[in-house]
């Protein structure tokens, strides 16, 4: 599973600050999460399913075939989450013949006809139907419900919005739409058999067997999913889809897309088969499954999820070519649940303890896709920024990566399992080398394949590989908890021409690590890799010919840890220019932010960046730069001229034209106004920008050029303050992601804020339905985010208050618009319910 993000990354500082505490139980230490005990085997799972889209239900039929896991019982339990239960019988070769049964609480227990042995198997026939309207399990800051089975629009209310249903069974949700054991240690082969009206297509787990048209416009799929996976990862999707076929060898590829977004499916999905190949070879194992399908949701409750062969991605996937040209913003996504279907759904963690086996190889897949296709500044940008998000983000520090004392298993699904546990990886890859480590992935598929597994298991397989014992690096990095908090200290010895680097760790458990420092002689780097034990003070000695220029410690960025740095702009100057890692080369650029303007190697260095070969590096130096100062205008002024008009990354045309809008030079319109007419929406938002700036009067003018459905947190934020100040009415409900997050915003960056704040007072007092709701239903959705914080949920009221006071002063100014208003007031109040 990918996790939604929300739109604005302050909110990250609000909502993860508050830790959960954890539940003492009988005297002992902390809760223990053991691994579900398995008292049954499920072998296989047929269903037969029909939809009431008026009631927003289903009706289904069962037969489940189990035996007892070790010991004899005579005794099935199920999961069965809000259902009605109808009948229960055993089936024997078609003949039924009934079963008590005690079903409340969500469990089923059903009492066989006899006792049955280890490997004895028999057959269940259940006849049911799924609410899942009665769920009452809540969801979280990943997966934001949690009532498995979802119909969107189904009665065709919304002209805006299509009819779907679908399914999302992580963590334990699949049991709100068929009886099961709902564990990630239950695996289990499948047949589902959908009926559906003729117009919709449907998509499952595995191949479709047969279709079949029913009387009144209706038809039967049967699916089939002949290997075993987890009951976590069944899937149904139903809607009007374009079904745009690609393939990999012999193994079919299907996009399943709002037909809308048909023309540009390839744009957006493109890359699957590459990366299907790409993942193969590097594994050493082929793609496991007999088809691979993605489909996107409507009002998705996540980011995506790796159901197997049948992936369903959350609608931000759906992007057009003035995005997309950009950059692909899902290509990420699409490389983690692919990689998913090795890592997840061909071996499972056998508990939510465990999830590390399946989310931290997703994340640093990523890196992996990066790095091949796009390069290795692409990757470690990407990985950075993970990196960055796991260390900035209170409360992570406590959290073991493997954790057996969750308050709730949801919680698991978050930046140390994700961001924290890519960067273990990247630190064990380097650690053994891409040859060793590969073949540790390897062997631990081929040990586990169609199985569960842990991360002891995990390491026995890069143990058996390597011949190394790993037991040092699994206990601090994925038994233990926080990581290493460095400064350091370099101290030249001119008699010995030697220069002594002490690295200081100042966290309370001690770490060991390899590192690596660039000792500058010179002007010249040399790289030494040394070994840090776990004390609180390592000092190393290095042959040197003079005091040393720089010491740079973690130069290649491998190592996860909070490091305390200070160099003067000529040290960052001269770590830019010689250092080959992007990261360093990163480092040194953002660590002149505040020397900008008033020191020439600053200036030195925005120039350099300006050539970078990474495109993302040149973004920074724009961004940091100021061209009303003389001194910067007249050293990097053309440069950046050249960069708004030729560069080949959209992004960076983009950043020049904000960087030269600085000036509101005129000069610079024949720029902005060809800017207005790209096909990139970066370039056409800046440019739109600057030529308002430089002339305000433009702005209704040109607001039919805007288009913000869908755009960037970085567009939004850049055109807000024009959309509002100019009450660009087209746009009103496009702002709704930064306005529903204005009191958050404020403390990050104030001036933004205050834009975010007229534009939050503008749609509360218009009647605009569509902004109104946009607003409300992003801060639900934020809800699960929000943990219990108290100060969030009294700002976030106290805003819903003030909104609902402005759109009942709107009704009173604007009785004859009763309808549309008394609907928008219905929403503020069911949000503000929420948040009590």
Avoid at 405 to 434: A, C, P, W
Avoid at 520 to 545: C, I, L, M, Q
Avoid at 569 to 575: A, R, T
């Amino acid at each position: 599973m990918k996790k939604a993000v929300l739109s604005i990354a302050i909110l990250g500082i609000f909502f993860s600050a508050n830790v959960s505490a954890q539940t003492e139980t009988s005297g002992r230490e902390k809760v223990y999460r053991a691994t579900h005990t398995k008292v049954t085997e499920l072998k296989h799972t047929k269903l037969k399913v029909n939809f009431d889209y008026q009631k927003e239900q289903m009706n289904g039929e069962e037969w489940l075939t189990a035996a007892p896991f070790f010991y004899p019982t005579n005794e099935l339990t199920l999961d069965a989450k809000g259902m009605l239960i109808h009948e229960v019988a055993l089936d024997i070769n078609g003949k039924k013949s009934s079963l008590k049964y005690d079903y409340k609480d969500d469990v089923l227990k059903i009492i066989l006809d006899k006792t049955y042995q280890k490997n004895q198997d028999y057959t269940v026939y259940i006849k049911y139907t799924s609410r899942p309207n009665e769920v009452k399990q809540q969801g979280s800051a990943a997966i934001n419900d949690a009532k498995g089975l979802y119909f969107i629009n189904a009665q065709g209310k919304d002209p805006d919005k299509p009819t779907q249903i679908w399914t999302q069974g992580e963590t334990e949700s699949s049991s709100a739409w068929f009886p099961t054991i709902d564990k990630s240690n239950q695996k289990t082969t499948q047949e589902i058999y959908m009926t559906v009206p003729d117009k919709y297509v449907t998509l499952s787990n595995g191949l479709l067997k047969d279709s079949q048209k029913e009387a009144n416009n209706m038809r039967t799929d049967h699916w089939v999913m002949d290997k075993r996976h987890s009951t976590y990862l069944f899937f149904m999707g139903v809607g009007e889809y374009a079904i745009v076929k690609d393939k990999w060898r012999n193994i079919p590829v299907d996009y399943y897309i709002e037909k809308e977004y048909e023309p540009y499916a390839k744009q957006i999905y493109g890359n699957t088969p590459e990366m299907i190949e790409f993942f193969s070879k590097k594994l050493g194992y082929d793609y496991p499954w007999a088809k691979y399908a993605q489909i996107s949701g409507r009002d998705y409750v996540s980011g995506a999820m790796e159901n197997t062969t049948a992936t369903l991605h959350g609608s931000d996937i759906l992007q057009k070519p003035g995005q997309l040209i950009d950059e692909n913003t899902w290509e990420d996504t699409i490389a983690h649940e692919l990689f998913h279907q090795w890592f997840g759904d061909l071996v499972t963690a056998e508990s939510w303890s465990n999830l590390t086996v399946n989310e931290s190889f997703a994340n640093y897949s990523e890196y992996l896709w990066n790095e091949y296709k796009y390069g290795k500044d692409q990757a470690d940008y990407h990985q950075m920024k993970d990196v960055n998000m796991y260390l900035t983000t209170p409360g992570n520090f406590e959290k073991n990566l493997v954790r057996f004392n969750y308050d709730s298993r949801e919680d698991v699904f978050d930046l140390v399992t994700y961001q924290k546990g890519g960067g273990i990886l990247h630190m064990l890859r380097n650690y053994l080398g891409d040859d060793a480590f590969f073949a540790g992935m390897n062997d631990y598929l081929k040990s586990n394949e169609y199985q569960n597994a842990e991360a002891h298991q995990l390491r026995l397989s890069f143990e058996k590989v390597s011949g190394k014992d790993l037991n040092w690096f699994f206990n601090q990095w994925y038994f233990g908890s926080g990581n290493p908090k460095i400064n350091y200290l370099s101290t030249f010895e001119p008699v010995k021409k030697q220069v002594a680097v002490t690295i200081n760790q100042t966290q309370g458990q001690m770490f060991e690590f390899p590192l690596a420092i660039d000792v500058y002689d010179n002007g010249k780097p040399k790289r030494y890799n040394v070994w840090v034990t776990a004390e609180a003070k390592n000092t190393f000695n290095f042959d040197v010919s003079k005091s040393p220029d720089l010491v740079n410690i973690n130069a290649d960025g491998v190592l996860l840890a909070d490091i305390t740095d200070s160099k003067t702009p000529e040290q960052n100057l001269l770590q830019f220019t010689n250092s080959k890692e992007f990261k360093s080369r990163y480092t040194a650029l953002t660590a002149i932010k505040d020397q900008v303007g008033k020191n020439p190697a600053a200036t030195k260095l925005l120039a350099a960046a300006l050539k970078d070969p990474y495109f993302r590096v040149r973004m920074k130096a724009l961004e940091l730069m100021d061209l009303t100062n003389p001194e910067q205008m007249k050293a990097l002024g053309s440069e950046v001229e050249k960069l708004a008009s030729n560069d080949p990354k959209t992004l960076v045309q983009a950043s020049a034209i904000a960087a030269l809008a600085k000036t509101k030079d005129k000069r610079y319109l024949p720029i902005f106004e060809k800017g207005i007419n790209a096909v990139s929406n970066a370039v056409k938002g800046n440019s739109l920008g600057a030529v308002i700036t430089i002339d305000p009067s433009r702005a209704n003018a040109l607001a039919d050029k805007l288009d913000l459905e869908g755009a960037s947190d970085d567009m939004l934020a850049l055109l807000l303050p024009v959309v509002v100040k100019n009450k660009v009415t087209s746009q009103i409900a496009n702002i709704a992601p930064i306005a529903a997050f204005y009191p958050f915003i404020k403390f990050q960056n104030p001036e933004l804020g205050k834009s975010a704040e007229e534009g939050f007072n503008w749609i509360m007092t218009s009647d605009n339905l569509k902004a109104t709701e946009s607003i409300t239903k992003l801060l639900s959705r934020a809800k699960g985010q929000m943990g219990d914080n108290p100060q969030v949920k009294m700002m976030i009221s106290q805003m819903l208050k003030d909104g609902l006071n402005k759109k009942m002063d709107l009704l009173k100014q604007n009785p004859q618009n009763a309808s549309s208003i008394n609907k928008q007031i219905d929403a503020i109040h069911k949000t503000m319910e929420d948040f009590k």
